[in-house]
T-cell receptor
Framework: AAGVIQSPRHLIKEKRETATLKCYPI?????VYWYQQGPGQDPQFLIS???????DKGSIPDRFSAQQFSDYHSELNMSSLELGDSALYFC???????????????FGPGTRLLVL | AQSVTQLGSHVSVSEGALVLLRCNYS??????LFWYVQYPNQGLQLLLK??????LVKGINGFEAEFKKSETSFHLTKPSAHMSDAAEYFC???????????FGGGTRVLVKP
């Protein structure tokens, strides 16, 4: 079965640079979530989109922005990168269809960002 | 507000022994509960979920979890540990359809031969 695709898988940036992370949800999934997992930490929710509209916002820095496009893929844009932004960034997707699958978020493999 | 507490950041079990990972939650509404597993340098894989159907939930790889409302718990068990079960396990909760997941701190499982 198709899974959530994230690109790139690894990214190395310098401080103050920008980065763009991409997420391609499972086909027919209309909801995308972004999470950040720092070293040795649990994933923290950043932001989510449903039908191309922001649906919820967590602890996302103002330097970060995200959007969901008409084909449901999403991009997380990160500017003025700081050392503390080094983390694993997960994208997850789910479907808004009624049923038992509605609440299940399926995660991508993550993008590991290293800021030097 | 919702939160998840996983008791024990590290658990060591012998191969063939029972695996028990504890998860307690707090939620103002009936929650949706999940267990995810993360193998080294990999993403999160869904093990099982509770969505107000049966209180005993069976997942993949022989894992199961029981929802106990009176104890606000959703502990994960596996009768017989296998070396391949060595990973980090996260309990997570969400409150409504399409809502964000709040994760516990994770429990790293070590399986000894």
């Amino acid at each position: 079965a198709a899974g959530v695709i994230q690109s790139p898988r690894h990214l190395i940036k310098e401080k103050r640079e920008t980065a763009t992370l991409k997420c391609y949800p499972i086909p027919r999934h209309d909801t995308v979530y972004w999470y950040q997992q720092g070293p040795g930490q649990d994933p923290q929710f950043l932001i989510s989109f449903y039908e191309k509209m922001q649906s919820d916002k967590g602890s996302i820095p103002d330097r970060f922005s995200a959007q969901q496009f008409s084909d449901y893929h999403s991009e997380l844009n990160m500017s003025s990168l700081e050392l503390g932004d080094s983390a694993l960034y997960f994208c997850a997707s789910s479907t808004g269809l009624a049923g038992v699958e509605e609440e299940t978020q399926y995660f991508g493999p993550g993008t590991r960002l290293l800021v030097l | 507000a919702q939160s998840v507490t996983q008791l024990g950041s590290h658990v060591s079990v012998s191969e063939g022994a029972l695996v028990l990972l504890r998860c307690n939650y707090s939620s103002s509404v009936p929650p949706y509960l999940f267990w995810y597993v993360q193998y080294p340098n990999q993403g999160l894989q869904l093990l099982l979920k509770y969505t107000s159907a049966a209180t005993l939930v069976k997942g993949i790889n022989g894992f199961e979890a029981e929802f106990k409302k009176s104890e606000t718990s959703f502990h994960l068990t596996k009768p017989s540990a296998h070396m391949s079960d060595a990973a980090e396990y996260f309990c997570a909760v969400s409150q409504a359809a399409g809502n964000k997941l709040t994760f516990g701190g994770g429990t790293r499982v070590l399986v000894k031969p």
